[in-house]
């Protein structure tokens, strides 16, 4: 089975999913095969039940968003295949925090007598899909856990030494942003304070309608 270079494909049309660690400044891109995305919003309402009133008081107090993405990563070469692996060992320790030195030096081996001076906060850019609010960059948040499945159907690399890499593996992840920019309606002017968020929309003016699908889109291929 072979695969078409999409790395190169995605490239040239900016359509990469890129995470940084924040703490670190470490960061690795994907080209965007999607498999999987949603984009979830949650309202939280408090209830006080007031004597004489039949239904509750619903204060309002909070608005909350988590993102589910999922994408195939395709390997066409024994070489690519180690490089998106070594992009994925990056992307699993960015789950971890920064520790600062050893408070002596005999707990030098181990993490013993360190503490966490960095939580494990990364932001994920996608065209517009994963964005910062106001539409200049990427999105700060958390990853709630990373998925790493391999597809067995299309087979694995194999180096002299035994180890194995596949042809083709998805990565999967909830992330739950957190947004840096006010997100609400101005009082006066009766306008959303952020207008590009969350997807930029109302700044395309001119956009050529398609019905294709970001994972059609990347091969060029039709529905």
């Excluded at 789950?95 to 906060?121: D, H, K, N």
Aim: one cysteine or more.
């Amino acid at each position: 089975m072979t695969f078409t270079n999409f790395k190169d494909i995605a490239e040239s049309r900016n359509q990469v999913i890129t995470i940084s660690h924040v703490a670190t400044t470490n960061e690795v891109s994907f080209p965007a095969f999607l498999t999987e995305y949603s984009d979830n919003y949650s309202v939280s309402w408090g209830t006080e039940q007031v004597f004489g009133r039949a239904d509750p008081v619903k204060p309002y107090q909070s608005t909350g968003r988590q993102i589910q993405i999922g994408f195939d990563v395709l390997s066409p070469s024994f070489e690519a295949a180690r490089e998106n692996m070594a992009k994925y060992t990056v992307l699993t320790k960015m789950l971890y925090p920064v520790y600062s030195q050893p408070l002596s030096e005999a707990a030098s081996i181990t993490s013993r007598g360190r503490t966490v001076v960095g939580p494990p906060l990364l932001r994920v850019k996608f065209v517009n899909f994963i964005q910062s609010a106001d539409g200049s960059g990427s999105l700060l948040g958390c990853i709630e856990g990373v998925n790493f499945a391999p597809n067995r159907d299309p087979g694995f690399f194999s180096a002299a030494n035994g180890e194995i890499f596949p042809k083709l593996f998805n990565i999967s992840f909830r992330f739950t942003p957190q947004h840096e920019s006010v997100l609400g309606w101005d009082s006066v002017t009766r306008e959303f304070i952020t207008p590009t968020f969350p997807y930029s929309a109302d700044s395309i003016t001119a956009g050529t309608s398609t019905r294709r699908s970001p994972t059609r889109a990347l091969n060029g291929g039709s529905e």
